[in-house]
């Protein structure tokens, strides 16, 4: 059973920087894709940055491109999210999450839903 803890949430200003991380328990990191998705309050969970088992392949949504951004380090089984010049509307509980992925695939469908595997979440808090 795969297992993904994140950590790192906290409250900050808005224009201020956090980052996340994810420790998981995949063994085979070679076949899978890691991604962070987020729920904000009153809204639906929602895609927010996905990277391929190499780091090779990133997607991320509109609304964070440029300000977010996602890596991973196989030899400790980390993923993190970098994110910086945030904002109110960043506000959301981050969770980790991991599929399979077939290596070679580059379809942006593939890394931006139906993941297996999910964190509990680490809170996230802009004040404005």
């Known amino acids: 059973q795969v297992q993904l803890v994140e950590s790192g949430g906290g409250l900050v200003q808005a224009g201020g920087s956090l980052m996340l991380s994810c420790a998981h328990s995949i063994r085979t990191f070679r076949t899978y894709a890691m991604g962070w998705f987020r729920q904000g309050p009153g809204k639906e969970r929602e895609f927010v940055t996905a990277?391929?088992?190499?780091?090779?392949?990133?997607y991320y949504a509109d609304s964070v491109k440029g300000r977010f951004t996602i890596s991973r380090d196989n030899g400790k089984n980390m993923v993190y999210l970098q994110m910086n010049s945030l904002k109110p509307e960043d506000t959301a509980i981050y969770y980790c999450?991991?599929?399979?992925?077939?290596?070679?695939?580059?379809?942006?469908?593939?890394?931006?839903?139906?993941?297996?595997?999910w964190g509990q979440g680490t809170q996230v808090t802009v004040s404005s």
């Open positions: 999450a991991a599929k399979y992925v077939p290596s070679n695939t580059y379809s942006s469908g593939t890394y931006t839903q139906m993941y297996d595997y």
């Open positions: 990277i391929s088992w190499n780091g090779g392949i990133k």
